[in-house]
């Protein structure tokens, strides 16, 4: 069988390797003819059997996937989950509900999805106009919201709000502005904001059938900006009373967004009325590095998402025991306090000293501009750390007073 992948960005450039191990080729489809600059960095379409590119008729590429022996479209970024999704209803292969795909990637219509299935999710409305907004947040008694893009990731141009006037302004300063992925935010989404312990949760689906790869603590803090960037997250035991009850309602959100087959990434709050959706994407988990997650548990949601694709029985073993790690691993995102031309010199070397040190992932380029850290596009990467709790805490700190001091820039 051949394998499609929409989008081959980011973590899916691992996914057409893991599946080459297994026999099995893959074909790449673009959801747009001018992805991010950031996603085209890391592209290499010479992995791939065919590079199809962009095509707007989607009977065109379903034909060519056709005479390819395409056997399943995967979505391997954010932004090719709704033509993944198309291309399997129109191939009549395995793929998710078609009904709900607007629901998988517009945050709105996620929530009422969710909460129409009798399923916890935050107060949610839509904004076209930052009046309508502040009169939501005033009504609601002026409690904190966050502010977002329908249909971003990765943080951008979120904002957590505590006034009317914040409101207000961060949804001025929305509206009409270019996301991500080169969309026009035709209006605002504002969310009650939830107040807990954070996780994401990783899953794979066959048929219907969910397994639960691995549950990440997230940990953010705020930015200069007032949105919340990414500190660090770490793999918990399955076995934690916490993350069971996460992991099952992250379970009953996937069947609720009707993602049956292929990857699943949910971000939950764990509040003190229990579980809560922030947001589900039918993709791969981002920013990690999955042989990382092999060396120290022996598995990944990539590996797990290969043996989905070609070896039913093999999934259907599975079970929550496979992914035990035998030691603390903790992916730090990079912080970086202000902008300046990336360094020349062994600023690498300094991290990669550290005595937990497993990996390190940057965008940072010599010379030439390190933007402000304000959401996770404009973190200059992370650095994967592993060994005993206290040990990899303590590297933490000392990665974060590198940084006070400029450690990325000239």
Known sequence: MTVAIVDGYATARFLVAALAERGTQCVHVASDPHPPAAYQRVFNPAVYLHDLGHHEDIEVIATRLRELGVGQVIAGAESGVQLADALNHELGTPGNDITRVAARRDKFAMAEQVRASGLAAPATVIAGEPDQAVDWFTARGGRPVVVKPPASAGTN????????????????????????????????????????????????????????????????????????????QEPLPLTDGDVRQVAA??????????????????????????????????????????????????????????????????????????????????????????????????????????????????????????????????????????????????????????????????
């Open 249 to 410: 309602y992250t379970l009953d959100v996937v069947t609720a967004l009707g993602i049956a087959n292929g990857a699943g990434h949910t971000e939950v709050m764990l509040t003190a009325d229990g579980p809560v959706l922030i947001e589900s994407a039918a993709r791969l988990m981002g920013g990690f590095l999955p042989w990382v997650s092999e060396k120290f548990s022996g598995t990944s949601q990539i590996q797990l998402l290969a043996v989905a694709l070609t070896n039913c029985e093999e999934f259907q073993r599975f079970s929550e025991a496979d992914a035990a790690y035998s030691q603390h691993v903790r992916n730090v995102w990079l912080i970086n306090r202000r902008p300046g031309p990336g360094r020349e010199d062994g600023w690498q070397q300094r991290i990669e000293s550290l005595p937990t040190f497993v990996a390190l992932t940057t965008k940072v380029v010599p010379g030439q501009t390190v933007p402000l850290t304000v959401d996770l596009p404009s973190a200059p990467g992370f650095v994967s750390l592993a060994g005993g709790l206290a040990e990899v805490e303590r590297d933490h700190r000392l990665l974060r007073e590198m940084e006070g001091g400029g450690l990325y820039v000239g």
């Open 157 to 232: 141009d979120v904002s957590v709000c505590r006034t009317a006037e914040e409101v207000a302004s961060r949804c001025a300063a929305l509206i009409g502005t270019v996301d991500f992925f080169g969309a026009t935010n035709e209006h605002a989404v504002v969310q009650e904001f939830l107040d807990g312990e954070e996780f994401m949760v990783n899953t794979v689906s066959v048929d219907g059938v969910h397994k639960v790869v691995d549950v990440w603590r997230s940990v953010r803090t705020a930015g200069p900006h007032g949105a919340p960037i990414c500190d660090f």
